[in-house]
């Protein structure tokens, strides 16, 4: 029978999807690792990847390994976990993308403090990309995230509306028109969110729809660098309103109306589907549902 050890070197293997990498990662020798996946090929009679150049390729066969070892070092760790807090703080480990981390989850873990004081809150904020990898390597318990979640292991629920909007600096020639075309928006500089954000994710689908060529000038992860680059005419911006509502309402920058497109969105409660949902997961749940 395979040992954890064995299941997670596997479970790298599969992820980097090279030995070396694999080994790099865990901090092992590459033939530790090769050795590891002969063994549990041996061990089920069954070969677990092709062997390419570049790359391996995991087979059928690993694929239904890679899905109960992932299940069973999840159920290990959560042992691990309860067991080192059980007669301390229920722990809980919540992922936030950068729109929520700045607009939403301070009020929501104040608020789950207030009711749960035996919860010990930890916090990471950062892309849709980086909080879907860490959710995968069971870095995070639960997330609350603004993009689309790729990977079918990760359970996503709509919780709450979000509204997407075009905005402008007061100076800009959009500031003075009540609408803009999407045509209008052909060629136009824009100051853009990072590569991973769910914000950035919606409107580039969005204008390759409508087959509007558009020009990033600024990339950044930060609401205060983008507002300030709109406000300077610099460029256009698309930031969720909860992002900008004090900057609209200060006259700072303007929001563009887009005829006949909108950028409603969600945001989405998430967790992997093979580890068990905790009494504080289940609590931090219950009160985003409730809140709605």
């Not at 075009?166 to 959009?174: A, E, R, V, Y």
């Not at 945001?267 to 580890?275: A, I």
């Amino acid at each position: 029978m395979a040992t954890l050890k064995q299941l997670k070197t596997f479970i790298a293997v599969a992820e980097y999807k090279k030995m070396s990498e694999a080994a790099k990662r865990l901090y092992i020798s590459q033939p530790t690792v090769s050795q590891v996946i002969s063994d549990l090929e041996s061990e089920y009679q069954a070969m677990l990847f092709e062997r390419f150049s570049k790359e391996l390729r995991i087979t059928p066969a690993g694929l239904l390994l890679l899905d109960n070892a992932r299940e069973i070092v999840a159920i290990h760790e959560q042992l691990e976990q309860s067991m080192k807090n059980i007669n301390a703080l229920r722990p809980l480990r919540i992922g936030a993308t950068l729109t929520i981390g700045n607009t939403l989850m301070g009020t929501l873990v104040d608020n789950l403090i207030q009711k749960y004081p035996d919860i010990d809150i930890t916090v990471f904020v950062d892309n849709t990309k980086i909080i879907e990898h860490r959710m995968i390597h069971n870095e995070l318990d639960i997330a609350l995230v603004e993009g689309i979640i790729i990977r079918q292991e990760i359970i996503t629920k709509p919780v709450l509306e979000d509204y997407l909007c075009l905005i402008c600096g007061k100076n800009h020639p959009f500031a003075s028109r009540t609408s803009i075309t999407m045509e209008d928006l052909r060629h136009q500089n824009f100051i853009m969110r990072e590569k991973g954000s769910g914000t950035r994710a919606i409107f580039e689908n969005i204008m390759i729809t409508h087959h509007i060529p558009f020009v990033t000038k600024w990339e950044c992860s930060s609401r205060c660098a983008i507002v300030d680059a709109v406000r300077h005419n610099l460029g256009l911006g698309v930031l969720s309103l909860r992002c900008i509502k004090e900057y609209v309402d200060s006259g700072d920058i303007v929001v563009c109306s887009v005829e006949g497109v909108s950028m409603k969105r969600y945001f989405y409660l998430c967790h992997h589907k093979n580890r068990p949902i905790t009494s504080q997961m289940q609590d931090f749940t219950d009160m985003i549902l409730e809140t709605v």
